[in-house]
């Protein structure tokens, strides 16, 4: 099982300095049904309708890449402030940072989503896969899912 911390953007702006009271709450992924221990997991959280799924590189939101492990995996997201969030996940089995698909539309790495959202001729819509987030910390399981 591999643990992954990882700072938020505010804080690296801010330096880590910051007190307690002003820091946000973790939330504990636990990704399950990995398939084989190829590549990387690239994980996704963002508070951006717009930029969901694909919430890499956008600002506000908390991206994370581990490698991969056959079965579970956990990653955890610090500081964490209380508001909307929905999580995207990626087991790039190649680890070339994208989705690869078959025939230029069936995905044929596994993918997970929180709220289980499902996937219906493309991905969720943020609205599926939206939870709250408030100040205390959070767990939560995303299954992997591989559709090839």
Do not use: W
Not at 36 to 46: E, F, I, R, S
Not at 105 to 111: A, D, Y
Not at 121 to 138: I, L, N, T, Y
């Amino acid at each position: 099982m591999t643990r992954l911390a990882l700072l938020p953007l505010a804080a690296l702006a801010l330096g880590a300095g910051a007190p307690a009271a002003d820091q946000g709450s973790t939330i504990t992924v636990t990704v399950t049904n990995l398939r084989n221990a190829d590549g990387v997991v690239l994980a996704c959280m963002t508070t951006n309708e717009k930029s969901f799924p694909k919430c890499r590189g956008v600002a506000g939101a908390q991206a994370a890449k581990v490698a991969a492990h056959e079965g579970t995996l956990t990653l955890t997201f610090t500081d964490v402030k209380p508001g909307r969030y929905a999580i995207a996940l990626l087991h790039d089995e190649n680890a070339n940072g994208k989705a690869d698909r078959a025939l230029g539309m069936m995905p044929k790495e596994g993918f997970g989503f929180s709220r289980d959202a499902p996937v219906r001729m493309g991905p969720p819509k943020f609205s599926d896969a939206v939870f709250e987030h408030g100040a205390q910390d959070r767990a939560m399981t995303i299954r992997m899912r591989y559709m090839l």
